[in-house]
């Protein structure tokens, strides 16, 4: 079945339905910290309503440690300012010392930027060992294929919202790249003035650039102190954004996939249409990567031609784009499948899609792709960042209809084109 044969207003109404569902959730409910009750609360409101439209509804747990992912900006910073202090002691007290102060420093410093790298650049667990487990829940509904599956397409979308970021809420676009380019940049400039000062000091070095890092360079890092401060003071764990946009617009395109399926009628013979409402995404891709750990036999392997499309905001419509990079370009998308996005957008009318790289942070799609599983990710959000990105402000009063609309053409156009039109079945 073509895309074009879709009745128009079974989409514009399920775009009616998830801005309203959007607003229910965030009253009812309020914002969702990863792994928490509300998270559950918000995903059982649409599982009652997921039960009319898929053949099968499930949860799958998993442990997570919701703060381990970006407690490190705290602990970092404050290792990085306490080393400091401790050094200017050491080197400026009575029992002055040369050596050990700058290796006292550049050892911090070289440690904080591993596990920043680890954390944030690599998505790697490295912190999850030092905090509490509890329990999240992936929630999978399945519209299956009335003969044999050959096929699967996932719809995704998180659930759970995002700590505050108090350099995005108080200075917009502003003050975010600003301040984190020095945070980053001060603590790798210590940590070669720390690690050349130490190799100095241990040779016994006299050259004029020795003697001007060991006599002066320390005070720089009196300047990384400030600029540690801001990055300690970067995650107000005590907010949480309502994540109307970021991402119940991408939790109910998934939701709203299974719903426009079932109002047009619309099966397949041989692929299995799956709509799967992650937690632990802002806990640094948590659910993914469990759910993308434990199926990936199922996936890679079956036989069953499986691709995921991760739906993260549909807001600000002049970025909707097919994102074939993420992690921070580390992390590649399978490009068959990104390209098949890209066509299905341009059968559904949407000629101005590009694709980007999720050049700060990452997606669910990411974890999937680093597991061998073909992946990509929809999202229109302003990469400045949008003004309400990781903060109170993404409220309903945020969304914007018309890139929902545009997204859920764009998704379901995806499904079509890869279920193949020949594949279709009356429901």
């Avoid at 619309?266 to 759910?291: C, H, P, Q, S, W």
């Avoid at 807001?315 to 784009?321: A, G, I, V, W």
Wanted: charged share 25%.
């Amino acid at each position: 079945m073509k895309f074009s044969k879709i009745n128009r207003k079974i989409i514009s109404d399920s775009v009616d339905y998830s801005v309203k569902k959007i607003t229910e959730i965030i009253q009812k409910v309020g914002p969702r910290e990863s792994g928490s009750k509300e998270c559950y609360e918000a995903q059982e409101m649409l599982r009652k309503d997921l039960e009319n439209y898929a053949d099968e509804v499930h949860y799958e747990e998993y442990k997570m440690a919701p703060k381990a992912f970006l407690h490190f900006t705290k602990t970092v910073s404050a290792a990085a300012i306490a080393s400091i202090a401790a050094g200017a002691v050491l080197k400026f007290g009575k029992k002055q010392s040369q050596t050990l102060p700058h290796a006292l420093v550049g050892g911090t410093m070289i440690a904080g930027l591993g596990i920043t790298a680890l954390e944030f650049l690599l998505y790697k667990q490295f912190c999850d060992v030092f905090y509490k487990k509890i329990t999240g829940r992936n929630l999978i509904a399945t519209r299956k294929a009335t003969e044999e599956t050959k096929k699967r397409i996932i719809i995704s979308g998180h659930i759970d919202t995002a700590y505050e970021w108090r350099h995005i809420y108080y200075g917009k676009d502003k003050l975010m790249g600003p301040l984190m380019g020095l945070s980053i940049g001060t603590a790798a400039a210590s940590a070669v003035i720390s690690v050349l000062s130490t190799v100095f000091s241990l040779k016994g070095s006299s050259s004029a650039f020795a003697k001007f890092l060991l006599d002066k360079g320390y005070y720089f890092h009196f300047f990384t102190i400030v600029n540690m401060l801001t990055l300690y003071g970067f995650i107000n764990f005590n907010v949480l954004s309502p994540g109307a946009n970021d991402n119940l617009t991408g939790t109910m395109a998934a939701v709203s996939a299974l719903k426009i399926l079932d109002e047009s009628g619309i099966k397949f013979k041989n692929t299995d249409v799956v709509a799967m409402i992650t937690d632990g995404e802002e806990a640094g891709l948590r659910g993914a990567k469990a759910y993308a750990k434990e199926h990936h036999d199922e996936f890679v392997n079956s036989g069953v031609e499986t691709s995921v499309l991760c739906v993260d905001t549909l807001t600000d419509l002049p970025y909707l784009n097919v994102y074939n990079r993420d992690m921070t370009g580390t992390v590649k998308h399978d490009q068959k499948f990104c390209q098949l996005v890209m066509d299905a957008a341009k059968e559904a009318g949407h000629e101005d899609l590009k694709f980007a790289n999720v050049f700060f942070g990452s997606s669910d799609a990411a974890a999937f792709s680093q597991a061998g599983i073909s992946a990509t990710c929809l999202a229109a959000m302003d990469p400045a960042p949008a003004e309400y990105y990781h903060n109170r402000r993404d409220s309903y009063d945020k969304l914007v209809p018309e890139a929902i609309e545009t997204g859920y053409d764009v998704v379901l156009a995806s499904i079509l084109k890869f279920a193949d039109e020949d594949d279709s079945a009356e429901d």
